[in-house]
């Protein structure tokens, strides 16, 4: 499975950027999708996920109001939508999908399972 992320770059604070991940899943639709980031010497952190079927949401509470996880199965590609970006959100943004079908968006907000990973995208938000 190959991920491939891509939309990052340098936006003001108060602009918008959307990031997409396009995914080699011949089964995309059945699999949820989510975005997670990582700060200069901080750990990688949640940032939302998405269903498989789209219906289902969740995002970290610092995002919320400002971020968007739409996704198009028949392009096989998942979203990130930012606006209100703020320079805290500046991180490298990777996307990830479950290696097992079975696991939810709801599990992808706290952690659990394994994950298929792309190589992340720089987001910098300047103030």
């Known amino acids: 499975v190959q991920l491939q992320a891509s939309g990052g770059g340098l936006v003001q604070a108060g602009g918008s950027l959307r990031l997409s991940c396009a995914a080699s899943?011949?089964?995309?639709?059945?699999?949820?999708m989510g975005w997670f980031r990582q700060a200069p010497g901080k750990e990688r952190e949640f940032v939302a996920a998405?269903?498989?079927?789209?219906?289902?949401?969740y995002y970290t509470d610092s995002v919320k109001g400002r971020f968007a996880i739409p996704r198009d199965n028949a392009k096989n590609t998942a979203y990130l939508q930012m606006n209100s970006l703020k320079p805290e959100d500046t991180a490298v943004y990777y996307c990830?999908?479950?290696?097992?079908?079975?696991?939810?968006?709801?599990?992808?907000?706290?952690?659990?399972?394994?994950?298929?990973w792309g190589k992340g995208t720089q987001v910098t938000v300047s103030s």
């Open positions: 899943l011949r089964t995309f639709s059945r699999y949820a």
């Open positions: 998405i269903s498989a079927g789209g219906g289902t949401s």
């Open positions: 990830a999908t479950p290696r097992n079908s079975g696991t939810t968006s709801q599990d992808m907000s706290v952690g659990r399972g394994m994950y298929y």
